[in-house]
């Protein structure tokens, strides 16, 4: 069992997830190499990690085997503890990009299985989904994967969302409506767009949400918009910044009316003293700008 425990910045009083033993985390993101020949995510290194707790397999194959399209384990350097990996695509690449629409499908639907047994557990009050691409946004390992941690508050982020929404009505419907209007939109369904946010924090910062706010993350069923929609959104960035580390988010509250979004942030410089220790951010490219950018990577 891991020694994590949450502390408190004396400052903000923001939560810090102490995970020591993290120390420990093998670095499998080496430049100039792959990874492959020592990667515990792939088919056949199974039993390199914990146990699965769940597993897209569509060809009857036994837990912790080979055949599974999508795999979920703990973490074995949990930062939390519930704290659990997704290998994603049983072909090893560090890309979203080379995944298909149809194991991103599944995919999101085992993300959805995941987030409900988590946030099933007690003490859990929020299940936080994101992607690390690169290993200057985070990935120790290189093969394809998301995470889910486990926290026992809402994250502060996410807190302040919920109260600017409720003091001016929703933000993310706004930046929709604004997106709409000013040329922002990089690509959209029927159910879903793809945009840049007026006010980007950094570089080709981009979004992904249901075009209406009473959609239900946790209740959809039919991901094949939402599945097409993020492959176009990691080959855009990919083409438009010869395959950057980025970081890719999922916002959403449970239990609570919340207009959930994705939130993907190519990494095209470092955090540098004004981000990290005044939370202000400098940026030289606009929504606008962004958004063309992506649409013509798309496009190519």
Same mark, same amino acid.
């Given at each position: 069992?891991?020694?994590?425990?949450?502390?408190? %910045?004396?400052?903000?009083?923001?939560?810090?997830?102490?995970?020591?033993?993290?120390?420990?985390?093998?670095?499998?993101?080496?430049?100039?190499?792959?990874?492959?020949?020592?990667?515990?995510?792939?088919?056949?290194?199974?039993?390199?990690?914990?146990?699965?707790?769940?597993?897209?397999?569509?060809?009857?194959?036994?837990?912790?085997?080979?055949?599974?399209?999508?795999?979920?384990?703990?973490?074995?350097?949990?930062?939390?503890?519930?704290?659990?990996?997704?290998?994603?695509?049983?072909?090893?690449?560090?890309?979203?990009?080379?995944?298909?629409?149809?194991?991103?499908?599944?995919?999101?639907?085992?993300?959805?299985?995941?987030?409900?047994?988590?946030?099933?557990?007690?003490?859990?009050?929020?299940?936080?989904?994101?992607?690390?691409?690169?290993?200057?946004?985070?990935?120790?390992?290189?093969?394809?994967?998301?995470?889910?941690?486990?926290?026992?508050?809402?994250?502060?982020?996410?807190?302040?969302?919920?109260?600017? %929404?409720?003091?001016?009505?929703?933000?993310?419907?706004?930046?929709?409506?604004?997106?709409?209007?000013?040329?922002?939109?990089?690509?959209?369904?029927?159910?879903?767009?793809?945009?840049?946010?007026?006010?980007?924090?950094?570089?080709?910062?981009?979004?992904?949400?249901?075009?209406?706010?009473?959609?239900?993350?946790?209740?959809?069923? %039919?991901?094949?918009?939402?599945?097409?929609?993020?492959?176009?959104?990691?080959?855009?960035? %990919?083409?438009?910044?010869?395959?950057?580390?980025?970081?890719?988010?999922?916002?959403?509250?449970?239990?609570?009316?919340?207009?959930?979004?994705?939130?993907?942030?190519?990494?095209?410089?470092?955090?540098?003293?004004?981000?990290?220790?005044?939370?202000?951010?400098?940026?030289?490219?606009?929504?606008?700008?962004?958004?063309?950018?992506?649409?013509?990577?798309?496009?190519?």
């Amino acid at each position: 069992m891991s020694n994590t425990r949450v502390e408190r %910045d004396a400052s903000t009083g923001r939560p810090i997830l102490v995970a020591p033993h993290r120390r420990g985390r093998p670095m499998h993101t080496v430049p100039g190499k792959d990874g492959a020949e020592l990667c515990p995510f792939c088919p056949g290194a199974e039993a390199q990690t914990p146990p699965e707790c769940d597993a897209v397999r569509l060809d009857g194959s036994a837990p912790d085997t080979p055949g599974w399209l999508a795999r979920a384990f703990p973490n074995r350097y949990p930062a939390s503890p519930a704290h659990e990996v997704i290998a994603e695509g049983p072909v090893h690449t560090a890309r979203p990009a080379a995944l298909d629409a149809t194991t991103v499908r599944h995919v999101l639907a085992l993300w959805r299985r995941r987030i409900a047994q988590v946030e099933s557990r007690p003490g859990i009050a929020h299940a936080f989904l994101f992607k690390n691409v690169g290993r200057e946004a985070g990935a120790s390992i290189a093969h394809n994967h998301s995470q889910l941690l486990g926290m026992s508050e809402l994250p502060p982020r996410l807190a302040l969302e919920r109260e600017l %929404d409720r003091r001016h009505g929703g933000h993310v419907a706004r930046e929709l409506e604004h997106a709409e209007r000013e040329r922002r939109i990089v690509g959209a369904t029927r159910r879903f767009a793809l945009f840049a946010p007026r006010h980007p924090k950094l570089p080709l910062e981009t979004w992904l949400a249901p075009f209406d706010p009473a959609d239900e993350f946790d209740a959809a069923s %039919d991901d094949a918009e939402l599945a097409t929609l993020l492959v176009e959104l990691f080959g855009a960035i %990919d083409a438009a910044l010869h395959a950057p580390p980025f970081n890719l988010w999922l916002h959403r509250i449970p239990g609570e009316a919340f207009h959930w979004h994705f939130e993907c942030q190519p990494r095209t410089g470092f955090l540098a003293g004004l981000e990290l220790g005044a939370d202000a951010y400098i940026n030289s490219l606009d929504g606008v700008d962004g958004a063309r950018r992506l649409r013509e990577a798309r496009s190519r």
